[in-house]
């Protein structure tokens, strides 16, 4: 499966933006679909994940109430959409594609990645 990040740009503190992730390929195979995000010098993070045949979503905490994910089933599409947001959400935001059907927060269970769509938290 080849994945498509879209819908960065630079955003004030407190605005919103929605990010996508088309799917392209053999997609009958992804189960699970994850964002994650990558700021300068630190590790890559989990940001969300949904488990595409019954919309089962995760969160972490820290961004739950301000980061939803979601999914257009007939587009083979995933959307993150990312509220109030705050200069430490600046990062490229990757999607990955897993097929074991688990929702993980670990990088290593996603086996496809798109290329990362750049978000800039301006204060």
């Known amino acids: 499966v080849q994945l498509q990040a879209s819908g960065g740009g630079l955003v004030q503190v407190g605005g919103s933006l929605r990010l996508s992730c088309a799917a392209s390929g053999r997609t009958v195979s992804t189960s699970v679909v994850g964002w994650f995000r990558q700021a300068p010098g630190k590790a890559r993070e989990f940001v969300a994940a949904i488990r595409l045949a019954t919309g089962s979503t995760a969160v972490p905490e820290s961004m739950s109430g301000r980061f939803f994910v979601s999914r257009d089933k007939s587009e083979n599409t995933v959307y993150l959409e990312m509220n109030s947001l705050k200069p430490e959400d600046t990062a490229v935001y990757y999607c990955?594609?897993?097929?074991?059907?688990?929702?993980?927060?670990?990088?290593?269970?996603?086996?496809?990645w798109g290329q990362g769509t750049l978000v800039t938290v301006s204060s």
């Open positions: 990955a594609a897993s097929e074991d059907g688990i929702i993980s927060r670990s990088p290593v269970r996603y086996t496809s």
